[in-house]
């Protein structure tokens, strides 16, 4: 046995290329028990929040610096792209000093993710129509709820650095706080609660007080904001679902083509309207 043979059964990992020397953790091996246990999966969920709003706070205080109050679609632009960055980076370094990166990674290295997480990722799409229409036929037609507002504000004006946190940054991390977190510590105790639980807190996490110009707040819009939530808890649901099913690749890959999907209909959509 060579040098090298001796080192992958040692680390218990099973070479993929040898050109770039990677490696791809076994099912078997700490690493990746590790990113299955319970502790582990509380403690990324713990971590992304605290480390989501860190960023939030740090990037914030920057933007305000930077660029007072003078313009709101540019500070949402520069906050969240920068959070989203530092957050998805944090939680890297966090993965990699746990070691658990590498059992992560391996997901991402089939086939199967990508085929099954676009077709999973129609079906949320479908649910969220779905939900949106049984709630407007319900309570009566509703705008879009404030977060989207926003959004589709700043990619009006910022299209290309929008692309990066509403289609990759934000969809890995929210899945890695979400789904590999706490879906996957509370489904270790009970399944329903999990599904509860998990797609709650997501929905909420998109969720917005409005305030009317006397710094009030608006009654009106906070209806439509109770409207809208539903159909992102009912995603959350299916995310955690395809999470359950696929994996985390599988569920990524399906929020990534979510709103991928969101993204390109809103820019037909702003610059059908001009």
Partial sequence: MDEQEKVTKEANVTPVDANYGLLIVSEESPSYKRLKSPGFSYALFFASIVLMFFSSFIIQTIAQAILGETDDAAAFAFVNFWTFVLTFSLIVVFLAVSKTLPALIKKFLKLRPYITGVFYGFIVIMTSVITTLVMQIIFGQADENLNQQIINLVLSRYPVSSFFWIVFLGPLVEELTYRAGLFNALSRRNRILAYVVSSAIFGFMHFNIPFDAEGAIDKAK?????????????????????????????????????????????????????
């Fill in 222 to 274: 906070l209806i439509e904001e109770f409207i809208n939530i539903p159909s992102y808890i009912v995603s959350g649901v299916v995310f955690g679902f395809i999470y359950e099913k696929e994996g985390f690749a599988g569920s990524s890959v399906a929020h990534i083509t979510n709103n991928l999907v969101s993204y390109i209909l809103s820019i037909i959509n702003i610059y059908a309207g001009k």
